[in-house]
C-alpha cells in the first residue's frame, strides 16, 4: 500500500545536518530524509553526466528514479556508491556527508546496490555470496581466523550464515544456497543480487533495473519483493526503463534527462508531466 | 537439432559425472575408512625416506634430500596459493620473499655474518617469518593498488631487485653468501645433533610437520571471513568492495601472508643447505612455484601440494632416467591421454579436422620413442639424457595447460559447479 | 654516490642509454601487441627475440664471418646486415607463431582463465630455451666484428659511434613503420578493432584469429629486428640471454604504458637513460636494481604508465 504522500520539498537544501558536526540520528523519523543529493555534477572529460541534480530519498519511501538511455541514472548510482566520486555537489547519508568516503565504507553506512548487468562472485556458492555481503559488519581478521582463538570469530562466524541464509529465505531462494552462483537461473541470479545487497544490513537499498531481462510473471513477484521490502522498513532506490513497473511500486519518481533532473513528484504527476512526456516520446512503455 | 543438443547434454552430464565421481566415491567411504586411509597415507610420507620405494626413489641424488626440496616446494606453493589462487593477485616474485628469509635466518644466525648476532635457530624463525611479512606488506602498499598485470611485472621486479640486493652487499655476504647457517636444535638419544647436513631426513619430518601445521592454517583462513573476502576480491574485485570488503587491507593481509609462508620455507632451506648465496635465488624459480600452483589447481590445497610434487619432483625423477623407467613412463603418458581422449566431452566441432588433430599428435608421440632413444648416441654419453628434463617439464607445463586448465584438483567451488551442471542435466535428461 | 661522475659524462652515458632503451623500445613492441589485444603477458616473447639472436649468428656464420674475422668491406657489411635482419625477422617471427599456435590458441578455444596462459607461455619458454641450449651450448656464443665503433661526431661532449646511431635510426625507423601499418592499413585497422572491443570486432567481420596471429607475427618481426641489433650492440648472446631483457622489454612497455606503441617506445628510450644515468651514480653492480625500483616509483605516480594506455577499461 503506498502510504500517503507529502508534497516534495522545493528547495534543495535543508537545515537537517550542515556538514560533519552533526550528530548521526540513527532512526530518523519516517519521511525524513535518509539520503540528501545536492547539487550533485559528474563530468566525465568534456561530457557533463549529471548536471547540478538534486533531490531527497525520505525514510521508508520507494523513490523510482527514470530517465531515457544515457539520462544518468546509473551515474546517479555511481555517485552515491562512491565508484565515482562527484566533481561538484554533496551527498548527505543521515546527514553526514559521504565527502569521499571508500567505497566499503559507504556500505558499512547503510547503502547497499545490485547491478544493471548482475554481477555475482559467480565461483561461489549463493549462499558464500550472501555471507560476504552479510561480512560487512564483522571484524575478524587474519590473525583470529587463522587461529581460531578469539569467541568473536565462532560468534561472527555464526552470525554471517544465519543472516545469510535468512536472507536467502527472504528474496525466496533458499533451496539455492549451495549452488554455484554462475549456475542459478537469471531470475534466482537477480535475486541472489538483493540477497547480498540486503546482507549488509543497509537501510538504502538502490536497486538498478532489477527487472531487466525478467518475463512478467516474474516481474510480479519481484514487485511484491520490493514492497515487501518497503514494509519491513527499508528505504529503496530503483532504477528502470519500465515504465509499468516502476510507476506500479514507487512511492515518488525522479526524472532525469540527459543528466538533468527534469520533473520530481508523485506517479500521477509523473504520468500527466509534459516534459516527461516529451523525453520519452518514441520510447514506449516495457519496450527496455 | 533436439537431437544434437540432447546429445550435448548427455556428454556434459558423462562428463560432470567422471570428473566428480572420485570426490563422490572418497565422501561416501565410511568416516573410519577415511581416517584409516588418511593415517595410512601420513605413515607413508613419514617412513619415506627409510622406505626408499623402489620406483619413486631418485638415484641420481639423495633421495631424502629431493624429498626434502619437493616438501619446501609444497610449503611454498601453499603459501603462493593464498596469493594467487585465493586472493587472485598475480605474484610471480614469490622467490623474492623465499629469499629474504633465508638471508634473515643466515644474517641473524650465522657467526660468519657481519651482523654477527648469532642468534639461536628457534630465535631467527620468527624473526625471518615477521621481515618477510613486512617485505611483503612494503611490496603491497604501493603496488596492489595496481591492476593484474601490473603487479605481476612489479612483483618479478621485486624477485630481482632482493637478488641482485643480495649480491650486491657486503651485509648480505655479497655474490660470495653467507655459510654456517645456524641448524635446528635437538639430540639423538646418543647426544650427537639431529639435525646435521649428512642426514636430511629430520629436515624432512621438519617439513612435513610444517605443511601439515600450513595446511591446516589455510583451511581455517578459507573457511572465514577472511577467505570469503579473498575469493570475493578475486571475483570481482569492484563489487567486493561495494559490499563492504576493505579490499586493500584484505590484500595487503594476504601478500603479508604468502610472505610469511615463503619466509618460513626459505628459512628451512637455509637451515639445511648451511650456505647459501646469491645463485640460491634465481627469479625463474617463482614461476616453478607458480606453475606448481597453477598445474595442481590454483585455490585447492590438495591440488596445490600435488603440483609441487610434480613440479619439484618430476625433474629431480628424470635427472636419473633409465630406459626401463622411460619406457613406463611413456607408457603411462599413452595410456593417459588415451582415456583422456576417449571419455573427453564430444563437442560439436568433432569432425574429421579433429580426427586429423589427432591423428598428427599420435603421429608425433609415435615418433618420440626412437627419437628418445637415439639421444644418447646423439650426446654421446647417457648422462647428457639428464640434460632433457627441463625440456619435458616444459612440454609438460604446455601439455598439461591444454589438456586440463582448470588444474589436476580443481577447487571445491569449480567440482560443485561440475555437480550442479549435472543435477541440473538430470531432470532434463529423463524427460 | 658518485655525482661528479655523472655529470662529467651526462651526454656519453645519455647515449649510451638511448641505444640500449631503443633495444628495448623494440621488443617491447611484441609484448605491447600481444598485451593490447590478448590482455595477456606473452612471457615466451623473450625466447621469440633470443632466436633472432641466434639467427643473426647463424646467418653470419653462414656467410662465412666468424667470430674472430676481421671487419669486412662496407658493402659486404650492409649486405650483410639486411639479409640478417630479415633471416632474424623471419625466424622470430614465425617462432612468434609457432608458440601462439602451440600454447595459446588451443587454450584461447576452451575459456582457459588467464593464469593458465601464463603457465603455458612459461612452459614454451623453457621449451624454446631448452632447444637452443641443447644445439647452440649452454655457455656464450660470440658474434663476430662487423662494425668498429668509430666516433662519426660529437653532441654536448658526447662521441656518437655509427653503431650507436645504426642502432638508434634503424629501431626508430621500424618503429615508424609499425606505427603506421597499424594506424593505416586494413589488417592494422583489424588489429586496433579487435584490441578496443573483440566481440564488437568480431560481430563486424573481423577475423580474431588472424589478427591475434598477425600481432604474434609483427612482435616477433620487431623482436628479431632487436636481436640483430642486440647482437651488434653486445657482441654476445646466450640461450637464456632472453629473461634479463625481456623483462626489462616488459618493464619498458608498462612503463609507457602498455598497448600503447608510441609508449613502449618513450618506455624503452626512458628506461635505457635511467639505467646509465642510475648505474653512474651508484654503480653498475645496481643496474637492474634501478630499472626496476624505477618502474615501481613511476606506477606509483601514474598507474597505467607514462602515456596511459590507449585502450583503458571501463568501470563499474
Known amino acids: 500500500m503506498p502510504r500517503p504522500e507529502r508534497p516534495a520539498p522545493t528547495g534543495p537544501e535543508r537545515p537537517a545536518g550542515p556538514g560533519s558536526g552533526a550528530p548521526i540520528r540513527p532512526t530518523p523519523d519516517p519521511g525524513e530524509p535518509l539520503l540528501q543529493i545536492v547539487d550533485l555534477t559528474l563530468r566525465f572529460g568534456g561530457v557533463t553526466a549529471l548536471d547540478r541534480v538534486s533531490f531527497d530519498i525520505r525514510r521508508g519511501e520507494i523513490l523510482g528514479l527514470i530517465g531515457p538511455n544515457g539520462a544518468g541514472k546509473t551515474t546517479c548510482f555511481n555517485a552515491i556508491t562512491g565508484v565515482c566520486p562527484p566533481t561538484a555537489g554533496t551527498i548527505r547519508f543521515r546527514g553526514t556527508s559521504l565527502g569521499r568516503r571508500k567505497k566499503h565504507q559507504i556500505t558499512r553506512l547503510g547503502i547497499a546496490r545490485t547491478f544493471q548487468n548482475i554481477r555475482l562472485f559467480p565461483e561461489m556458492t549463493a549462499l558464500e555470496n550472501v555471507m560476504v555481503g552479510a561480512d560487512a559488519h564483522h571484524r575478524t581478521s587474519v590473525p583470529g581466523a587463522i587461529f581460531r582463538l578469539s569467541p568473536r570469530h565462532f560468534a561472527e562466524e555464526r552470525v554471517c550464515r544465519a543472516i545469510a541464509m535468512e536472507m536467502l529465505d527472504r528474496v525466496g531462494i533458499t533451496e539455492r544456497a549451495h549452488q554455484i552462483a554462475r549456475n542459478l537461473p537469471y531470475g534466482d541470479q537477480r535475486r541472489l543480487e538483493i540477497a547480498r545487497a540486503l546482507a549488509t544490513r543497509p537501510a538504502l537499498l538502490c536497486l538498478d533495473e532489477p527487472a531487466a531481462g525478467s518475463n512478467p510473471a516474474e516481474k510480479a513477484s519481484l514487485l511484491e519483493l520490493i514492497r515487501s521490502l518497503r514494509d519491513s522498513g527499508y528505504t529503496i532506490l530503483l532504477i528502470d526503463h519500465d515504465m509499468k513497473l516502476v510507476m506500479g511500486v514507487t512511492d515518488r519518481i525522479v526524472v532525469l534527462e540527459f543528466g538533468r533532473k527534469i520533473a520530481e513528484g508523485l506517479p500521477a504527476e509523473i504520468r500527466e508531466n509534459p516534459a516527461v512526456v516529451a523525453a520519452y516520446l518514441g520510447v514506449p512503455d516495457g519496450s527496455a | 537439432m533436439t537431437g544434437f543438443v540432447d546429445r550435448l547434454r548427455l556428454a556434459d552430464e558423462q562428463r560432470a559425472a567422471f570428473a566428480a565421481w572420485p570426490r563422490r566415491w572418497w565422501a561416501g567411504l565410511p568416516r573410519p575408512v577415511r581416517l584409516g586411509a588418511l593415517v595410512a597415507f601420513a605413515a607413508f610420507l613419514v617412513a619415506l625416506p627409510i622406505l626408499q620405494p623402489p620406483v619413486l626413489t631418485t638415484t641420481g641424488t639423495d633421495f631424502t634430500g629431493v624429498l626434502f626440496t619437493v616438501g619446501v616446494y609444497c610449503l611454498c606453493a601453499l603459501g603462493l596459493n593464498i596469493v594467487v589462487g585465493l586472493a587472485g593477485l598475480l605474484d610471480l616474485g614469490y622467490i623474492g620473499f623465499f629469499a629474504v628469509g633465508a638471508y634473515s635466518v643466515a644474517v641473524f644466525g650465522s657467526p660468519q655474518s657481519k651482523l654477527a648476532t648469532e642468534y639461536p635457530w628457534l630465535v631467527c624463525i620468527p624473526i625471518a617469518i615477521a621481515i618477510s611479512m613486512v617485505s611483503g606488506a612494503i611490496l603491497g602498499g604501493p603496488t596492489l593498488r595496481l591492476r593484474g598485470d601490473y603487479l605481476a611485472i612489479v612483483t618479478l621486479g621485486f624477485g630481482e631487485i632482493v637478488r641482485l640486493t643480495a649480491v650486491n652487499s657486503e651485509v648480505l655476504g655479497a655474490a660470495a653468501g653467507i655459510p654456517e647457517v645456524p641448524r635446528p636444535p635437538g639430540e639423538r638419544a646418543d647426544g650427537t645433533r639431529l639435525f646435521t647436513i649428512v642426514d636430511v631426513t629430520p629436515f624432512y619430518w621438519l617439513v612435513l610437520a610444517l605443511i601439515f601445521l600450513v595446511v591446516l592454517a589455510g583451511a581455517n583462513l578459507e573457511r572465514s571471513r577472511v577467505g570469503r573476502a579473498w575469493v570475493a576480491i578475486r571475483e570481482d574485485e569492484d563489487v567486493a568492495q561495494l559490499m563492504g570488503v576493505p579490499t586493500f587491507r584484505f590484500k595487503l593481509w594476504a601478500f603479508a601472508m604468502g610472505a610469511a609462508v615463503g619466509g618460513l620455507s626459505g628459512a628451512l632451506f637455509a637451515s639445511r643447505q648451511t650456505f647459501i648465496n646469491p645463485e640460491s635465488f634465481p627469479v625463474q624459480t617463482s614461476l616453478m612455484f607458480l606453475a606448481a600452483v597453477v598445474i595442481g589447481g590454483a585455490g585447492n590445497k590438495f591440488g596445490v601440494v600435488l603440483g609441487a610434487v610434480i613440479v619439484a619432483y618430476l625433474p629431480e625423477r628424470l635427472r636419473s632416467i633409465d630406459d626401463g623407467l622411460l619406457v613406463v613412463w611413456y607408457v603411462s603418458l599413452v595410456l593417459g591421454l588415451a582415456t583422456y581422449l576417449l571419455l573427453r566431452r564430444r563437442g560439436p566441432r568433432d569432425g574429421p579436422r579433429t580426427y586429423l588433430r589427432l591423428g598428427v599428435v599420435a603421429g608425433i608421440l609415435a615418433a618420440l620413442p626412437p627419437l628418445l632413444l637415439a639421444m644418447p648416441e646423439v650426446f654421446g654419453s647417457r648422462g647428457e639424457i639428464g640434460q632433457l628434463r627441463y625440456l619435458m617439464f616444459g612440454l609438460a607445463l604446455i601439455v598439461m595447460s591444454v589438456f586440463r586448465p582448470q588444474g589436476l584438483i580443481p577447487s571445491r567451488r569449480r567440482a560443485i559447479e561440475l555437480e550442479d551442471r549435472a543435477k541440473e542435466v538430470e531432470p532434463g535428461a529423463t524427460s | ?316
Not at chain 3, 184 to 204: C, E, F, H, I, K
Open chain 3, 1 to 316: 654516490m658518485n655525482i661528479d661522475f655523472l655529470i662529467d659524462n651526462f651526454a656519453d652515458l645519455s647515449v649510451t642509454g638511448l641505444a640500449q632503451g631503443a633495444i628495448y623500445a623494440l621488443v617491447a613492441l611484441g609484448y605491447t601487441l600481444v598485451y593490447g589485444v590478448l590482455r595477456l603477458i606473452n612471457f615466451a616473447h623473450s625466447e621469440v627475440f633470443v632466436t633472432g639472436t641466434f639467427a643473426t649468428i647463424l646467418t653470419l656464420r653462414g656467410i662465412g664471418i666468424g667470430p674472430d674475422d676481421p671487419v669486412p668491406s662496407l658493402l659486404m657489411v650492409l649486405l650483410t646486415l639486411v639479409l640478417a635482419s630479415i633471416v632474424a625477422a623471419l625466424s622470430s617471427g614465425a617462432v612468434a607463431l609457432l608458440v601462439e599456435r602451440v600454447a595459446y590458441r588451443p587454450l584461447r578455444r576452451r575459456n582457459a582463465p588467464p593464469l593458465v596462459f601464463l603457465i603455458s607461455a612459461v612452459g614454451a619458454s623453457l621449451v624454446l630455451m631448452e632447444i637452443y641450449a641443447l644445439f647452440l651450448g649452454r655457455d656464450n656464443v660470440r658474434v663476430g666484428n662487423l662494425i668498429k665503433p668509430r666516433t662519426q661526431f660529437t653532441v654536448f661532449g658526447a662521441d656518437v659511434t655509427n653503431r650507436q646511431i645504426l642502432i638508434v635510426v634503424s629501431a626508430v625507423l621500424m618503429m615508424v613503420v609499425l606505427d603506421s601499418f597499424i594506424s593505416r592499413t586494413r589488417l592494422g585497422r583489424g588489429v586496433r578493432a579487435v584490441s578496443q572491443n573483440p566481440d564488437a570486432a568480431a560481430l563486424m567481420g573481423v577475423n580474431k584469429d588472424r589478427v591475434i596471429a598477425l600481432t604474434f607475427l609483427l612482435g616477433g618481426l620487431m623482436a628479431g629486428v632487436a636481436a640483430v641489433l642486440y647482437d651488434l650492440n653486445f657482441g654476445v648472446t646466450k640461450f637464456s640471454a632472453g629473461f634479463l631483457i625481456g623483462l626489462k622489454a616488459f618493464t619498458a612497455a608498462v612503463l609507457g604504458g602498455i598497448g600503447n606503441l608510441r609508449g613502449a617506445l618513450l618506455g624503452g628510450l626512458l628506461l635505457g637513460l635511467a639505467e646509465n644515468w642510475g648505474q653512474a651514480l651508484l654503480g653498475s653492480a645496481w643496474r637492474d636494481v634501478i630499472a626496476f625500483v624505477f618502474l615501481i616509483v613511476v606506477l606509483m605516480f601514474r598507474p597505467t604508465g607514462i602515456l596511459g594506455e590507449s585502450l583503458g577499461r571501463a568501470r563499474v
